[in-house]
């Protein structure tokens, strides 16, 4: 079965500095996507930046950036310069390419706090 | 930016009554989703929708879920009689291609079952 895993339930870092979220996933797929959410309080389920499995390439989008280690199976998101309104609870998501539609199989959550 | 809207945002049900939640995807996008959120605790995939039918289901969502597009712009949740444990936030999505380009979530409607 495939599973998600993040491992730091909360995270806290300081304005303009650099934040690391984990993110493991177990699967015997090799053609997947990851995509990691963010959730603020406003509790929409906004789109960060997403992963194909295939492409060697980290994905970037501005401040956050991923890395992808395909054998290791992790996939940890990277923001750096953290702003006030990165607070929110971030969420690592996993969906195999082949036969599936929409099942996007998320891990808990990291709640990251941006402090002053 | 196109957005996915889901109304009403809050429903407060007594048991046992049916509830619908609507949603109203991007107007070019052709799958469809709904998720559940129990609070704190993960989303969870209920649904997708295809080409007027369902095209991928998890074990949640037995006889007392249905889907419907009735009009080729809402897409609809219901259940059928609510149970105290439906209690959670419902999220809509869509997307143009099958996750190719990620999937853009509504803000959620929460469910209250009283």
């Known amino acids: 079965a495939q599973t998600v895993t993040q491992s730091q339930p909360e995270m806290s870092v300081q304005e303009a500095e650099t934040v690391t979220l984990s993110c493991t996933y177990d699967t015997s797929e090799s053609d997947y996507y990851l995509f990691w959410y963010k959730q603020p309080p406003s509790r929409q389920m906004i789109l960060v930046i997403r992963q194909e499995a295939y492409k060697q390439q980290n994905a970037t989008e501005n401040r956050f950036s991923v890395n992808f280690q395909k054998a290791a199976k992790s996939f940890s998101l990277k923001i750096s310069d953290s702003q006030l309104g990165d607070a929110a609870m971030y969420f690592c998501?996993?969906?195999?390419?082949?036969?599936?539609?929409?099942?996007?199989?998320f891990g808990k959550g990291t709640k990251l706090s941006v402090k002053p | 930016e196109p957005e996915v809207t889901q109304t009403p945002s809050h429903q407060v049900t007594q048991m046992g009554q049916e509830v619908i939640l609507r949603c109203v995807p991007i107007?070019?996008?052709?799958?469809f989703y709904w998720y559940r959120q129990i609070l704190g605790q993960k989303v969870e995939f209920l649904v997708s929708?295809?080409?007027?039918?369902?095209?991928?289901k998890s074990e949640i969502f037995d006889d007392q879920f249905s889907v419907e597009r009735p009009d080729g712009s809402n897409f609809t949740l219901k259940i059928r009689s609510t149970k105290l444990e439906d209690s959670a936030m419902y999220f809509c999505?869509?997307?143009?291609?099958?996750?190719?380009?990620?999937?853009?979530f509504g803000s959620g409607t929460r469910l209250t079952v009283v």
């Open positions: 107007s070019n996008h052709l799958y």
């Open positions: 999505a869509s997307s143009e291609t099958s996750g190719d380009y990620g999937y853009t």
């Open positions: 998501a996993y969906e195999i390419i082949r036969g599936s539609q929409g099942n996007l199989i």
């Open positions: 929708f295809y080409n007027n039918e369902i095209s991928e």
